[in-house]
């Protein structure tokens, strides 16, 4: 594919990490066609360092406003540097929804989004951030069948219990793996 066959105009661009996105950008990054895509295992794994030296208390309670971007319509969606860390989608939605460090400490805490917003986090916002939501990223008709059967619902079960959850089956393209 050359420049001129690669149409590239319905694609949007994506900020990676977003750890001190001021809220007050948000608006004018969906004027731009921008979407973010939250390491908010930042929180898990440094928040008291950040809080207690790098950034202060002050900043580090503002940062990774993901319930804003969803208030904002950003399709944020929530990721891990792997291997550097676990590509756990447990764990990176448990951290959306408590905005907890590792020592319990809340972060933020007016940012915490519901289990249905981390579950579209990991999903279908991914799908569409990489422009293939008609493919992959919810379950219907047409699209491949790709999904992770659990041991429990996490819509239902307490955010703070998900790390019992345990995973049971996976499907590609609507078959079971072994």
């Keep these: 594919i050359n420049d001129a066959q690669l149409d590239l105009s319905n694609r949007s661009h994506r900020l990676e990490h977003g750890v001190m996105l001021p809220k007050s950008s948000l608006e004018n990054m969906v004027d731009l066609n921008l979407t973010v895509s939250y ?17 202060g208390e002050a900043r580090a309670q503002q940062m990774l406003p993901v319930k804003s971007s969803f208030e904002a319509q950003l399709r944020p969606t929530l990721h891990a540097d792997s291997p550097m860390f676990p590509a756990d989608a447990l764990s990176l939605m448990q951290t959306a929804v408590l905005r907890q460090s590792s020592s319990g400490r809340e972060f933020g805490i007016e940012q915490a989004i519901t289990p249905q917003q981390a579950l579209e986090a990991i999903t279908i916002n991914g799908a569409y951030q990489l422009n293939i939501e008609n493919k992959i990223g919810s379950l219907k008709a047409g699209k491949r069948a790709h999904l992770r059967v659990l041991s429990e619902n996490p819509q239902t ?8 959850i345990e995973l049971e089956t996976v499907w590609v393209n609507g078959r079971l793996t072994e």
């Design 39 to 55: 390491h908010i295992n930042h929180i898990l794994y440094y928040g008291d360092v950040l809080a207690d030296g790098l950034l």
């Design 157 to 164: 079960l307490p955010a703070d219990q998900w790390g019992s």
